[in-house]
């Protein structure tokens, strides 16, 4: 049998369950002490990005901002300003309080003279109560997808899937989370994107297992607990070859849009490397030993019921 | 046996599909619309309440409020202007290769509300009761001080309302912006009203306000993206490169792994991504930064179909099957999984849709036309081409598929 020689990913459960439980507990603790680290789109206020196509450091873009301070064109407190871009030629600030076009362009200014180089801008602004509605929006899309796939997998499958593929993808989703927490990395719109889509990749992933599982169901006897974990076993190595071929597919995509992408998608891209690594992860590790979990019980009830 | 009738028809469609792919492309590419983020504009979601407090909020007005916007917009010389209105208070703008972007800008957010206000601020005449287009600049014929004549709609109504306040002011505003004040002496019975202004080039700017259509609600920012030209141009080339980037690695990838497969299934690849932007272009839609996204995702995913067919054909081969029985088999069973993953996909996708907004919606939208469009070509146009190359026994050999001959089982 070829469960013999190789690793039983069911046996090891419990060592992958801790390290998903720690990853998520760690999320979970900086997130109510530290909060998410929102962008305007969740949080209301203006964002500027400005591009100056010259090289920055942060001293000097610290000395005009204050210079704006004392001047008193600048009243609205802001986030530490991150530089970025491909020769470090672009600046993002973000802005508790909604910028004026007046401020905007002084800003803009600003830093035209100081470097004297034509800039260009993006700016975001976001109301609070639009801000507030799009963060409960989200939370919504994420409940409806989850109890639609839910009920779309109970009812080609069974329960006990729904499950199981409900736990790793939530688990999916709350690891992006999580990493973009404990990272301090900055979460807005094309974030939820990359959340929800998550979700998308890594159902997909499970489907594929769950799909041999049940495959095999058919044509096997399961008498003893030891049946039950070789048979799911099999499973997860007769599909490996495609869960690491399709994973590898998506991370070439993903990991071209961070690496080669524009800098305004490259944290969309961070958000699915880290979501379709996670869901290829919880599809091999979590999902299946998850289903075994429940599945087990309803094997040993029947014998029960025989004996 | 070759048989040639199932090759060359294979070939022929290869070259024929190509070909359009090759012609139509350039000019595919050119027509595709660009969203603001790509080629730098503005984007502006506005929340309208009604002038007056108290006043219900109707869907007509709402639509009347856009068609304004739209008009300003249009006036102003931007091309396409996209105005949509949002559930039931709201209006989103988007104006997209911008150049004089400051003026744009101010005008779209001045609603130019014209309103006759009685002394005590309460307004009697708006907007809507005064003729479209129908203001201009006149001369005073006594003082030959500049004016601005407008018109209204109904001459009963302006009877009723002159003779209301008569003996009282009759205060003429634009937006909150007092324009002039003139005392009513006895009711007029006329469709004619002016407002007096002090120099010429006053009166025309107030002329052209008047003229882009009078604002019928008011109408607040609740959200602006403003994108400079320069930098959508440089996303869009970034963008696109490392789309570029990714396809290429993604054909090496199954070419070298999946061999004569893996030509095939980069073929219908190239396949899915024309199409997508035939019916994107067919559509008349956007082409925005989530937009490109999706669809090198969705490209993703449409390999993910390929690959997992091809490697269930693997396993039917490697358990001893011929290579068509093995593509027989394999297809059946892969289909099920495919389709199961792309309809939980298009769940996500509908509940994005209409759960998510502007950016989120242009992402859903493509990851919904993917899931679709990749089911037609890497999944049935895919397996029709491999059906005709192993039927035409092109492809008898398991090493074609990537398959050592030693790990083969008998059956």
């Given at each position: 049998m070829l469960s013999k020689r190789q690793y039983s990913f069911v046996k090891n459960r419990n060592t992958f369950f801790a390290i998903s439980i720690l990853i998520c507990i760690v999320g979970l603790a900086v997130m109510l002490f530290a909060g998410m680290n929102f962008g305007v789109d969740f949080k209301a206020g203006t964002n500027i990005d400005l591009v100056v196509g010259k090289q920055m450091d942060k001293a000097k873009v610290d000395e005009i901002m204050n210079g704006l301070k004392t001047n008193g064109d600048l009243k609205s407190r802001f986030a530490e300003p991150t530089i970025g871009g491909t020769n470090s030629d672009r600046v993002s600030i973000r802005f508790d309080d909604v910028l004026t076009d007046d401020v905007i362009n002084k800003i803009q200014n600003a830093f035209a003279t100081t470097y004297s180089a034509t800039v260009s801008k993006e700016v975001n602004t976001v109301d609070p109560q639009l801000a507030k509605e799009l963060l409960m929006k989200a939370v919504y899309a994420v409940g409806i997808a989850s109890v639609l796939i839910c009920v779309y997998v109970s009812i080609r499958f069974e329960w006990r899937f729904a499950i199981a593929a409900i736990i790793a993808i939530l688990h999916d989703a709350w690891i992006v989370i999580a990493i973009f927490a404990i990272f301090r990395l900055e979460v807005n719109l094309p974030f939820l994107a990359a959340v929800l889509t998550t979700i998308g990749y890594s159902i997909n992933d499970k489907i594929v297992i769950f799909d041999r599982i049940r495959e095999n169901l058919r044509f096997s006897k399961l008498k003893t607990d030891e049946d039950l974990v070789a048979l799911v076993n099999d499973s997860i190595w007769q599909t490996m070859a495609r869960n690491v071929n399709t994973v590898l597919v998506v991370l070439l995509a993903a990991g071209c849009l961070f690496i080669f992408g524009s800098e305004s998608i490259k944290l969309f891209a961070l958000a699915k490397l880290v979501g379709l690594t996670s869901g290829a992860y919880s599809s091999i590790f979590i999902a299946c030993s998850l289903w075994y979990l429940l599945k087990r019980k309803s094997l040993s009830s029947k014998k029960k019921a025989a004996a | 046996m070759l048989d040639w009738k199932r090759i060359s028809f294979f070939f022929l469609t290869v070259i024929v599909v190509l070909g359009c792919i090759g012609a139509t492309s350039p000019k595919l590419v050119e027509r595709i619309k660009l969203g603001l983020d790509l080629k730098g504009g503005f984007e502006i979601l506005y929340t309208a309440e009604p002038l007056t407090a108290?006043?219900?909020?109707?869907?007509?007005?709402?639509?009347?409020?856009?068609?304004?916007?739209?008009?300003?917009?249009?006036?102003?010389?931007?091309?396409?202007?996209?105005?949509?209105?949002?559930?039931?208070?709201?209006?989103?703008?988007?104006?997209?290769?911008?150049?004089?972007?400051?003026?744009?800008?101010?005008?779209?957010?001045?609603?130019?509300?014209?309103?006759?206000?009685?002394?005590?601020?309460?307004?009697?005449?708006?907007?809507?009761?005064?003729?479209?287009?129908?203001?201009?600049?006149?001369?005073?014929?006594?003082?030959?001080?500049?004016?601005?004549?407008?018109?209204?709609?109904?001459?009963?109504?302006?009877?009723?309302?002159?003779?209301?306040?008569?003996?009282?002011?009759?205060?003429?505003?634009?937006?909150?912006?007092?324009?002039?004040?003139?005392?009513?002496?006895?009711?007029?019975?006329?469709?004619?009203?002016?407002?007096?202004?002090?120099?010429?080039?006053?009166?025309?700017?107030?002329?052209?306000?008047?003229?882009?259509?009078?604002?019928?609600?008011?109408?607040?920012?609740?959200?602006?993206?403003?994108?400079?030209?320069?930098?959508?141009?440089?996303?869009?080339?970034q963008t696109a490169r490392a789309g570029l980037i990714a396809s290429i690695l993604i054909f090496l990838f199954m070419v070298i792994y999946y061999r004569v497969p893996g030509l095939v299934?980069?073929?219908?690849?190239?396949?899915?991504?024309?199409?997508?932007?035939?019916?994107?272009?067919?559509?008349?839609?956007?082409?925005?930064?989530?937009?490109?996204?999706?669809?090198?995702?969705?490209?993703?995913?449409?390999?993910?179909?390929?690959?997992?067919?091809?490697?269930?054909?693997?396993?039917?081969?490697?358990?001893?099957?011929?290579?068509?029985?093995?593509?027989?088999?394999?297809?059946?069973?892969?289909?099920?999984?495919?389709?199961?993953?792309?309809?939980?996909?298009?769940?996500?996708?509908?509940?994005?849709?209409?759960?998510?907004?502007?950016?989120?919606?242009?992402?859903?939208?493509?990851?919904?036309?993917?899931?679709?469009?990749?089911?037609?070509?890497?999944?049935?146009?895919?397996?029709?081409?491999?059906?005709?190359?192993?039927?035409?026994?092109?492809?008898?050999?398991?090493?074609?598929?990537?398959?050592?001959?030693?790990?083969?089982?008998?059956?």
């Open positions: - | 108290g006043q219900p909020l109707t869907k007509e007005t709402l639509t009347q409020a856009a068609d304004s916007l739209a008009k300003r917009a249009d006036s102003l010389g931007v091309a396409e202007p996209e105005v949509s209105t949002e559930g039931t208070d709201r209006i989103r703008v988007r104006l997209a290769g911008v150049q004089n972007e400051e003026e744009v800008r101010s005008l779209m957010s001045k609603p130019a509300v014209l309103t006759f206000r009685g002394p005590d601020g309460t307004v009697y005449l708006n907007g809507t009761d005064f003729v479209e287009n129908a203001a201009k600049l006149s001369y005073d014929p006594n003082t030959k001080q500049p004016i601005v004549e407008i018109k209204l709609k109904d001459r009963q109504k302006f009877k009723d309302v002159t003779t209301k306040l008569t003996g009282s002011t009759l205060s003429i505003y634009l937006d909150d912006q007092l324009q002039s004040s003139a005392a009513v002496n006895y009711p007029i019975d006329s469709d004619s009203a002016i407002i007096s202004q002090t120099n010429v080039n006053e009166a025309t700017k107030t002329v052209k306000l008047i003229n882009l259509g009078a604002m019928p609600l008011k109408l607040t920012e609740k959200y602006i993206q403003r994108v400079d030209a320069t930098l959508g141009t440089a996303s869009l080339h299934a980069a073929f219908t690849l190239i396949t899915y991504i024309w199409v997508l932007l035939a019916v994107f272009d067919f559509m008349n839609a956007t082409l925005t930064l989530p937009g490109i996204a999706a669809l090198v995702l969705g490209a993703g995913m449409a390999v993910d179909a390929n690959i997992i067919t091809y490697e269930r054909i693997r396993e039917e081969i490697r358990a001893g099957k011929s290579v068509l029985s093995a593509l027989k088999a394999g297809s059946k069973h892969s289909f099920r999984t495919i389709m199961d993953a792309n309809v939980t996909n298009l769940i996500a996708g509908i509940v994005l849709y209409y759960v998510g907004n502007g950016a989120i919606r242009g992402f859903a939208v493509i990851t919904m036309m993917s899931i679709i469009i990749s089911i037609l070509t890497n999944v049935i146009l895919s397996r029709w081409l491999l059906h005709l190359i192993i039927r035409g026994n092109l492809l008898k050999k398991p090493s074609y598929f990537g398959v050592k001959e030693a790990d083969i089982r008998a059956l």
